[in-house]
């Protein structure tokens, strides 16, 4: 069974960083992709990042450049570099796992919320003027 543990949240000024991790277990690595989401305060939920089974990455274009998607199979531990917080940045992030399919290729990730099956419970990322 998949479980997904996200920490490292919490309150920051502008420019400031956070760096978010999500404890995962239950499955292999290298037959799922997995992905950052976040949901701003009224808004939907917004893939940010996601990291194929390869490695492979892809950000959505409002962090580009400013968060880092990365995976450390020995800890099991998905994270999220944030650098240059702005208010824009604040709502409730979660982590998420997807089984790849025999026909999708190693270096595929998805950021689309409707791709995925398993999902954490989120922690709140807060970022002041």
């Known amino acids: 069974q998949v479980q997904l543990v996200e920490s490292g949240g919490g309150s920051v000024q502008t420019g400031g960083s956070l760096k978010l991790a999500c404890a995962a277990s239950?499955?292999?690595?290298?037959?799922?992709?997995l992905a950052w989401f976040r949901q701003g305060p009224q808004k939907g939920r917004e893939g940010v990042a996601c990291?194929?089974?390869?490695?492979?990455?892809k950000y959505a274009d409002s962090v580009q450049g400013r968060f880092t998607i990365s995976l450390d199979n020995v800890e099991k531990t998905l994270y999220l570099q944030i650098n240059g917080l702005s208010p824009e940045d604040t709502g409730m992030y979660y982590c998420?796992?997807?089984?790849?399919?025999?026909?999708?290729?190693?270096?595929?990730?998805?950021?689309?919320?409707?791709?995925?099956?398993?999902w954490g419970q989120g922690t709140q990322v807060t970022v002041s003027s």
């Open positions: 998420a796992a997807r089984r790849r399919s025999p026909y999708t290729s190693s270096w595929f990730c998805s950021r689309a919320s409707s791709d995925f099956e398993s």
């Open positions: 239950g499955f292999t690595y290298r037959d799922y992709y």
């Open positions: 990291i194929a089974s390869d490695g492979s990455t």
